[in-house]
């Protein structure tokens, strides 16, 4: 999620074909399809959410002195 512009300036923002979520979401934006966005947001904060919670669950037994 956080290489953006990266994959923006590389592959460019082509819809199906360099799309990852976070350029669908640029796209969806831009185009003024803001029912798309939303869904494109949603995935990605639960994405991030669910990577969140298992990192600290996996995380919480391990102790490094």
């Known amino acids: 999620?956080?290489?953006?512009?990266?994959v923006l300036m590389l592959a460019g923002a082509t819809t199906m074909?360099?799309?990852t979520l976070p350029?669908?979401?640029?796209?969806?934006i831009s185009t003024g399809?803001?029912?798309l966005a939303v869904a494109a947001a949603t995935i990605l904060i639960l994405?991030?959410?669910i990577t969140l919670c298992a990192v600290e669950y996996?995380?919480?037994d391990v102790h490094v002195f």
């Not at 999620?1 to 990266?6: I, L, P, R, S, T």
């Not at 350029?23 to 969806?28: D, K």
């Open 23 to 28: 350029i669908a979401l640029y796209l969806n």
């Open 33 to 35: 399809d803001l029912n």
């Open 17 to 19: 074909r360099t799309e």
């Open 58 to 60: 996996f995380d919480r």
């Open 47 to 49: 994405i991030s959410l």
């Open 1 to 6: 999620m956080g290489e953006f512009g990266a």
